[in-house]
């Protein structure tokens, strides 16, 4: 029976062509530099699994947020355990995306036929700060609160506009209800609705064009 | 790139595959090899070191000093030390906006500025020093960020360093680097050098930094933390005009709240109709018309948002009969036969209970301070009788065990009432003191353990 359930599948999904055309490809020799945009990968779908449990509990307004991380620590089995990879994945993933754009940079590989992989890769980088940068107020206490007071503070000093982003950003003059809850929105919605996109754009053009391999003396 | 380029390096590439390997399984298995050992270093990071815990966000407390996420923790340390800069120093936007917004735009469209399709470092002298000099800068400024520009003495000695180590030198490298452009070994050298003097004056700013001892935040995580905590504060803070059980209807012996009528707060009406957020509100602004002064620091008062929420913690788990409160450790340790108590395990946790709401600066006690070891032993107007290792007629020992010290040139007055006002210390307690002053007040757990009589 399975082998049915198998051919009528394959008739209408076709494997073998799927197996041909991502992962039966050739690729040029690969060093351990080559795995850090999976790695980055990897952590960004951790995150976002240890993110959608976390949310089961999170509360995002300034009278609960504190106090749901602290149940979550406290009293949901194995919370701490979700939270930590939460945590530390993020500056993982930060450092992780960080160093395998240096990887790119100094192998050249952003050039001819790569440039658009590397278009998309800086938006990659930007979303992933700024998953890091609203993420980091959502746990409501002190070191968020005034490290988000000041990050929004250096991006309202810009020139005209800064007033505009500044309350863009807060939700109004003042950290408040309001600025946790566009964080979160932001947090959860549009910058992983974005960076997923961009994921999908950056694995087409890697597909299309194969991996770049290490610079010789004669490239 | 003319198409003739572009075919060249589409036929290399054609060469590099047929010598290379599969993507299955080959480059999959480094792949999932790297992943499984970061999903190792996470679990790891998350059991071992896991999150540590910070208090709940305070707008009030603006002796706070913040600090962004590590990652934007070198820029940060740019815009001070940028600040420091004569005349530009001033023009806050170019350091927070414009240097970032170039220097992110340099990065972004870097695959049509180095047009040359060579992809060999050697061949990419320049891109590459002046990313390194980048890279180098940003690590050692998130390396510094700690370092204040101004030392505590007005010494501008490490500011300045840091300015030349992150500022200066790369400025001045970029320099030479576009200057020396067509002369390879001028290059190398000139970002060698950059980068190795940056690291030795960041390497100096770091051994000559004042070592700052980790700053500790307690915070009590667990339920039983947290009522123990709010325990502590509230017989501080609360219990001279509640009560140490909350029970008080007439405040009695509190200077300027003689005779005021107050509702107990361990009451129904009060714990069934006020809610968390009221009461959290209601001890932060206090009810200055009433006569309680504002405890929250948002109104001048000393609790931050973390402390008010445990005593609020406290008062429901204590009082509300809705609320089951789970097992507390007690005070202190019960002491052994023959056992010495010693300040730091046993007497601490007392005098914070009983005595420090009374004993502790701006208060009317008669000098006598008990916040620390020190004062204990050191301060009141009657230092030199309220504690006498050995003997039994110490002020202390005399007044918690209901006799009132009389003042000798006015017999028929009490020159140190009977402590604490208002409550009688459990036996237990009074023991503890008994015995710790008989065996001379030890400070910790090791000398009153050398003081203590072995039981046979």
């Known amino acids: 029976m399975w082998k049915n359930i198998y051919l009528w599948l394959d008739e209408r999904i076709g494997f073998n062509d799927l197996y041909t ?36 509990y999170y509360t ?46 100094y192998t050249a590989s952003f050039k001819y036929p790569r440039e658009l992989t590397w278009l998309i890769g800086i938006g990659l980088f930007l979303t992933t700060l700024g998953m890091g940068f609203t993420g980091y107020l959502l746990p409501w206490n002190q070191k968020a609160y005034w490290a988000t007071t000041v990050g929004t503070q250096i991006a309202g000093t810009a020139p005209f506009l800064g007033e505009f982003i500044l309350k863009a950003l807060r939700g109004g003059p003042d950290l408040s209800a309001l600025t946790l809850q566009r964080f979160f929105s932001a947090h959860i919605w549009i910058i992983p609705a974005i960076l997923a996109a961009l994921i999908g754009v950056h694995l087409f053009l890697i597909i299309k064009h194969g991996e770049s391999h290490w610079p010789k003396k004669d490239d | 790139m003319n198409d003739e380029t572009k075919k060249q390096i589409n036929q290399r590439y054609e060469r590099e595959l047929d010598k290379g390997e599969r993507f299955w399984p080959d480059t999959i ?4 090899v790297m992943s499984l050992g970061i ?24 002796s706070y000093i913040p600090r962004p996420e590590w990652y934007f923790l070198f820029l940060f340390k740019f815009l001070a030390l ?24 340099i990065l972004t469209l870097i695959p049509f500025i180095e047009k040359s399709p ?49 500022i200066f030198i790369p400025v001045g490298a970029y320099i030479l680097l576009f200057a020396f452009k067509n002369n390879t070994r001028l290059m190398l050298w000139t970002t060698g050098l950059a980068a190795a003097s940056m690291i030795l004056i960041s390497g100096t700013v770091l051994a000559l930094a004042p070592q700052k001892a980790a700053e500790e935040t307690e915070v009590a995580t667990t339920l039983p933390d947290q009522i123990i905590a709010g325990q502590g504060l509230y017989s501080i803070h609360c219990t001279e005009c509640h009560g140490d059980d909350g029970a008080i209807a007439v405040i009695e012996g509190v200077e300027g709240l003689e005779g005021e009528k107050i509702t107990p707060i361990n009451s129904r009406d009060v714990l069934y109709t006020i809610t968390d957020a009221s009461m959290i509100e209601l001890i932060a602004y206090g009810r200055p018309n009433a006569g309680m002064p504002p405890f929250g620091k948002t109104y001048g008062g000393e ?30 340790p019960p002491l052994a036969e023959g056992e010495a108590p010693s300040y730091d395990v046993h007497i601490q946790p007392i005098v914070k209970r009983y005595c420090i709401s ?59 009432g009977v402590m604490p006002p208002s409550k009688t210390l459990k036996p237990d307690i009074v023991d503890a003191f008994m015995r710790w002053i008989m065996n001379g007040m030890p400070q910790t757990a090791a000398d009153a353990a050398a003081l203590s009589t072995p039981t046979p």
């Open chain 2, 82 to 105: 940028y600040g420091q800069l004569p005349l530009i120093g001033k023009i806050e936007w170019l350091a927070t906006v414009l240097i970032p917004a170039v220097a992110l735009g």
């Open chain 1, 60 to 105: 995002p307004s300034p009278d609960h947020a504190y106090d749901s991380i602290n149940y979550i620590m406290q009293g949901v089995a194995f919370g701490w355990l979700i939270r930590g990879i939460h945590h530390w994945g993020a500056t993982l993933m930060v450092l992780v995306v960080f160093i395998h754009m240096l990887r790119v940079f």
């Open chain 2, 118 to 166: 060579r992809r060999h470092y050697s061949k990419r002298i320049l891109p590459i020093s002046i990313m390194t000099i980048m890279v180098v800068g940003i690590v050692l400024l998130t390396l510094v960020s700690e370092v204040p520009t101004v030392a505590e003495d007005g010494s501008k000695l490490l500011g300045t360093l840091q300015t030349v180590a992150g």
């Open chain 1, 21 to 56: 055309s991502l992962l039966d490809r050739p690729e040029p020799k690969t060093t351990w530099w080559n795995t850090l945009g999976s790695a980055s990968m990897f952590l960004f779908v951790l995150q976002g699994l240890t993110g959608i449990f976390l949310t089961v």
């Open chain 2, 39 to 62: 999903f190792v270093l996470l679990l790891l990071l998350a059991t071992f070191i896991g999150v540590p815990a910070d208090p709940k966000a305070d707008p009030s407390d603006t």
């Open chain 2, 303 to 332: 609790l931050t948002r973390s402390e008010i929420d445990y005593i609020t913690i406290f008062m429901r788990y204590t009082w509300d009969d809705r609320f089951e409160a789970p097992v507390l450790p007690e005070l202190f």
């Open chain 2, 358 to 416: 009374c004993h502790r600066a701006g208060k009317d006690n008669n000098n006598y301070l008990m916040t620390t070891y020190e004062e204990i032993l050191t301060t009141g107007d009657n230092v030199q009788f309220n504690l006498i290792a050995g003997d039994e007629t110490s002020y202390l020992l005399q007044v918690i065990q209901d006799h009132a010290i009389m003042n000798p040139d006015k017999p028929d007055e009490e020159l140190i």
């Open chain 2, 29 to 32: 298995f480094k792949d999932v």
